[in-house]
């Protein structure tokens, strides 16, 4: 393979930009993780170093150093003699974030129905309607992008720093997960789910916003169980 066909093949990476000197690694580990995340290497898929190499224009140091990196978050994995390759996704890392984010969000709702500034009202109400734009245009990474950002002005309307810091990293785990969930179909359901929550927060009503948000939650880890039976190959099981 020459050097236009490795770049083609990893045509979703951008060629970095000479920075200062010991900062190449940081940023194609940001490179790698990004693409990982978003699904462009797909769990289980082997990545070509020599590819990586000649797409971002750099030396194989800093990604070898990148990919050890990510195999520590496990986001990859080292295999001796064989190479590299997206992690597939394990279910009980998954499950285990999903019961963090299904305790403190549902507080987090709570607690927003009884403290939420009405500025931060507002934003909600602002970027569910901007979510109902993204769905109307089929924008799938627009919609996964809003919808992030409808749970994160929930938790920093409250200004929790340490509480909106362990929700942020139980996301991080899941959001392969999230977006292999992504479909039209989904992103409906889940802005009718969005805007209970919203009524609930909205009248004050804190038990109902926080039922609103654990019904949610609970919807996502159902369809992710269904999910992984139909596609086993993504996942391990222990």
Same mark, same amino acid.
């Given at each position: 393979m020459d050097a236009i066909d490795?770049?083609?093949r990893y045509n979703f990476l951008a060629r970095l930009e000479r920075g200062a000197r010991g900062h190449t690694t940081e940023q194609v580990e940001r490179c790698l993780r990004s693409a990982i995340v978003a699904l462009d290497f797909a769990p289980g898929e082997f990545i070509d170093k020599g590819a990586v190499c000649t797409t971002l224009? %750099? @030396?194989r140091f800093p990604v070898s150093e990148a990919l050890a990196r990510l195999a520590a978050e496990g986001l990859v994995e080292i295999l001796p003699q064989r190479g590299s390759r997206a992690a597939r996704i394990r279910l009980s890392e998954v499950r285990e974030s999903m019961l963090i984010r299904q305790a403190l969000e549902g507080m987090v709702a709570e607690a927003a129905a009884k403290h939420l500034s009405a500025v931060a009202i507002e934003a909600l109400r602002s970027n569910l309607e901007a979510q109902q734009e993204a769905v109307s245009r089929g924008d799938r990474p627009g919609f996964h992008a809003l919808d992030l950002d409808f749970h994160t002005i929930l938790v920093e309307g409250l200004e929790m720093p340490r509480v909106a810091a362990v929700i942020? =990293?139980?996301r991080a785990n899941i959001d392969r997960v999230r977006r292999l969930l992504s479909s039209? &179909? &989904?992103h409906v359901v889940t802005l009718a789910e969005h805007w209970e929550? $919203? &009524?609930a927060l909205e009248t004050h009503d804190a038990p109902a916003t926080r039922r609103a948000?654990? =019904?949610h939650l609970d919807a996502v880890v159902e369809e992710l169980e269904r $999910? @992984? %039976?139909e596609h086993a190959e993504v996942f391990v099981q222990a």
């Open positions: 490795k770049r083609k224009g %750099v @030396s942020d =990293a139980s039209p &179909r &989904r929550i $919203f &009524r948000m654990e =019904a $999910f @992984s %039976v």
